[in-house]
């Protein structure tokens, strides 16, 4: 999953992205209203976390631009307001959830699955994700591989929910690098091939069937070809 912070406070921004990047999210940060928006129209976030008091453009203005784009990203407002004038503009405006200055990152990140769990359409989640032996756990956030526990780093865990969430379908470099990377990634590097060596090692190395391949000039698919 993608996110987007636009946050003015450098200590809140730094706060809430590194703890969402340790979760396994993609994060891009914007420090004014402006250059959020900009973000927002240019990148597919799922998720946009929207300070109201930004320079340039306020919350409420960048929210008003979203909705007017039709962006179907999810918006949670953050807002040092906590008056009932102020969560109703937003809510009427077009934000899915709310909330106040100051928080605990731990009801922050739940906000943010409720909002995400309901991206797809529906409220519910499943517990787990599976293809063949291979399990992933969403909410402990380990896997197995027939019973045995696969050590992953952040990165490989995000890039493999997302191959799982899309099981049998390519997956393109591009579409990787969106989606797990943010606005910082080097295209001309070659660490998503990187990752997805490591993550075939630690997913596939000992087992006879493999189920992380390569479409050679395209990108990746995670599929049972025994199935």
Request: aromatic share 6%; hydrophobic share 45%.
């Amino acid at each position: 999953m993608r996110l987007l912070i636009v946050e003015d406070e450098p200590k809140v921004a730094r706060f809430v992205e590194r703890g969402l990047r340790e979760e396994g999210y993609a994060v891009d940060v914007a420090v004014n209203g402006e250059a959020g928006l900009d973000l927002a129209l240019v990148h597919d976030h799922d998720l946009v976390i929207l300070d109201v008091m930004l320079p340039k453009m306020d919350g409420f203005e960048v929210l008003e631009a979203l909705r007017a784009a039709k962006r179907p990203c999810k918006v949670l407002m953050l807002t040092a307001r906590d008056s009932v004038k102020d969560r109703v503009r937003g809510l009427d405006g077009g934000a899915d959830d709310y909330l106040v200055k100051p928080f605990a990152f731990a009801e922050l990140l739940a906000r943010v699955r409720a909002l995400l769990r309901r991206s797809g359409g529906t409220e519910m989640e499943p517990a787990a994700l599976s293809l063949a032996d291979l399990v992933l756990d969403v909410k402990s956030r380990k896997v197995t591989r027939a019973g045995r526990p696969v050590a992953l780093s952040a990165r490989e865990f995000s890039v493999l929910e997302h191959l799982l969430r899309h099981q049998g379908e390519v997956i393109s470099r591009t579409r990787l690098s969106e989606q797990v990377w943010d606005q910082h990634f080097d295209s001309m590097t070659n660490v998503i091939d990187v990752t997805l060596y490591h993550l075939r090692e630690k997913v596939d190395r000992g087992f006879s069937t493999p189920l992380i391949h390569t479409v050679r000039g395209v990108g990746y698919v995670l599929k049972n070809p025994a199935a």
